[in-house]
T-cell receptor, first 114, second 114 residues
Framework: QQQVKQSPQSLIVQKGGISIINCAYE??????FPWYQQFPGKGPALLIA?????SEKKEGRFTISFNKSAKQFSLHIMDSQPGDSATYFC?????????????FGSGTRLQVQP | KAGVTQTPRYLIKTRGQQVTLSCSPI?????VSWYQQTPGQGLQFLFE???????NKGNFPGRFSGRQFSNSRSEMNVSTLELGDSALYLC?????????????FGEGSWLTVV
């Protein structure tokens, strides 16, 4: 059972454009939602994370929008740059795991064209 | 501050053999978790250790096991290797406190089973 569904699988955006990646979850026990960025040959690195008590969180060019009633959250990358080209993963975890067991989405390969 | 260190980075094993992977967490972190990353199944949680005790476990067969030492270093072992065990194995560490639970990943150990 895939508990976190991520779309699209791949995304091509022009430099300066907005990249939008969407995730939906099924388990209402999830209460922590991080996004990770992974470059080839590297481990995932935390970008930004949100708790369900807020609807939006912004850090620099990265924004998470969270819709608790729809059980959906999304990552927006503003002013996308070629250096943002990477694979992005949404994830979720539960308080009863200490939020230390992440369930990942399937990933989105982002390509930002110069 | 040194990041999460995994050894070896690359290894090739024969079907039926066993393998042990090692992970040194970020200094001061008491939680170590392991993930398997494959093109087909994506990133999947294996297990998590906190203060030498397995606290969370994913849905993997018993051939996959782990342990954590008193210095928080961790090892994972896969016995009776199968071709499908070929994957990138990622170790991650966190402080272990649910309120400050940023999870940091290492660069992984690439395992090829032939």
């Amino acid at each position: 059972q895939q508990q976190v569904k991520q779309s699209p699988q791949s995304l091509i955006v022009q430099k300066g454009g907005i990249s939008i990646i969407n995730c939906a979850y099924e388990n209402t026990a999830f209460d922590y939602f991080p996004w990770y960025q992974q470059f080839p040959g590297k481990g995932p690195a935390l970008l930004i994370a949100i708790r369900p008590d807020v609807s939006e969180k912004k850090e620099g060019r990265f924004t998470i929008s969270f819709n608790k009633s729809a059980k959906q959250f999304s990552l927006h990358i503003m002013d996308s740059q070629p250096g943002d080209s990477a694979t992005y993963f949404c994830a979720a975890s539960r308080a009863d795991t200490g939020r230390r067991a992440l369930t990942f989405g399937s990933g989105t390969r982002l390509q930002v064209q110069p | 501050k040194a990041g999460v260190t995994q050894t070896p980075r690359y290894l090739i094993k024969t079907r039926g053999q066993q393998v042990t992977l090692s992970c040194s967490p970020i200094s001061g972190h008491r939680s170590v978790s392991w993930y398997q990353q494959t093109p087909g199944q994506g990133l999947q949680f294996l297990f998590e250790y906190f203060s030498e005790t397995q606290r969370n476990k994913g849905n993997f067969p018993g051939r996959f096991s782990g342990r954590q030492f008193s210095n928080s270093r961790s090892e994972m072992n896969v016995s009776t290797l199968e071709l499908g065990d070929s994957a990138l194995y990622l170790c991650a560490s966190s402080s272990g406190h649910s309120s400050g639970n940023t999870i940091y990943f290492g660069e992984g150990s690439w395992l090829t089973v032939v």
